[in-house]
C-alpha cells in the first residue's frame, strides 16, 4: 500500500521560507515524475513542481508562478521528496499535496486525473 506523508507546513510572512517534505512508503518508482501541488480555496488544484524518477531522474519542472523561488528534490536513500519554498508571497498561500505519479514536461506537471496516490496535505499560509 503506498502511502504518501507530508509535512513541514505553517504560517510565515512575506518573504519567508518553509521547506515542505513528503515521506513516500510502498511506492514503486515510476518512468516519470514525483510532484507537488497545491490549492487554494475556491480554486484547481495546479501542480507547482516535479522531479524526474525514470530516464529523466532527477531533471525539475516548475510552474513559472514557482520558477527560481522554490526547489524540488528528492532524497531517495530516504524515498524523501522536499519542496524548498523561499520568497514567499500571499499568492503562496494553499494546501499543499505530494503526488505521484505525474507527466513533466517544461513548466507542466499533471495531469491531476493521472495521478494514483495523493498525501493528505499540508497547508502553507502566508501573510502579508
Known amino acids: 500500500q503506498v502511502q504518501l506523508v507530508e509535512s513541514g507546513g505553517g504560517s510565515v510572512q512575506t518573504g519567508g521560507s518553509l521547506r515542505l517534505s513528503c515521506e513516500a512508503s510502498?511506492?514503486?518508482?515510476?518512468?516519470?515524475?514525483m510532484g507537488w501541488f497545491r490549492q487554494a480555496p475556491e480554486k484547481e488544484r495546479e501542480g507547482v513542481a516535479g522531479i524526474g524518477t525514470g530516464i529523466n531522474r532527477g531533471n525539475t519542472y516548475y510552474a513559472n508562478s514557482v520558477k527560481g523561488r522554490f526547489t524540488i528534490s528528492h532524497d531517495s536513500t530516504k524515498n524523501t521528496l522536499f519542496l524548498q519554498m523561499n520568497s514567499l508571497r500571499p499568492e503562496d498561500t494553499a494546501m499543499y499535496y505530494c503526488?505521484?505519479?505525474?507527466?513533466?514536461?517544461?513548466?507542466?506537471?499533471?495531469?491531476?486525473?493521472?495521478?494514483?496516490?495523493w498525501g493528505q496535505g499540508t497547508q502553507v499560509s502566508v501573510s502579508s
Open positions: 503526488a505521484a505519479p505525474v507527466s513533466c514536461s517544461g513548466t507542466y506537471i499533471g495531469p491531476i486525473t493521472s495521478v494514483t496516490n
Open positions: 510502498g511506492y514503486t518508482y515510476h518512468s516519470s515524475c
